[in-house]
Nanobody, 125 residues
């Protein structure tokens, strides 16, 4: 399995930007599609975005489309989530996860077999 560590969360004002990073280790990073999910208090974990092994394909949830961008750098074993125009409803713990690239850029959390510990993002109005 891949070990994942997120960073970059914080407390920001509405309209601000943040970039989350997820550093991977343990297996060949480029064998995996990568995804970002989030979970707000009292809510189920929801899909945010996913990216294929080489970055050629992405999948983005409608709720963040046009504001969030996923990218990856396989040389650095890192996946990023650039979050712009943040809203209070984006407040959540953000998790990165890895899935075999054969599953594609899936939004189904059960297909991801490694998860990071999460990083808190809080957006104040």
């Amino acid at each position: 399995q891949v070990q994942l560590v997120e960073s970059g969360g914080g407390f920001v004002q509405a309209g601000d930007s943040l970039r989350l990073s997820c550093a991977a280790s343990g297996r060949t990073f480029s064998n995996y599609a990568m995804g970002w999910f989030r979970q707000a208090p009292g809510k189920e974990r929801e899909f945010v975005s996913a990216i294929s092994w080489n970055g050629g394909r992405t999948n983005v949830a409608d709720s963040v489309k046009g504001r969030f961008t996923i990218s990856r750098d396989n040389a650095k074993n890192t996946v990023y989530l650039q979050m712009n125009s943040l809203k209070p409803e984006d407040t959540a713990v953000y998790y990165c996860a890895s899935a075999p690239d054969s599953y594609g850029i899936t939004s189904h959390s059960y297909l991801y077999n490694s998860w990071g510990q999460g990083t808190q993002v809080t957006v104040s109005s």
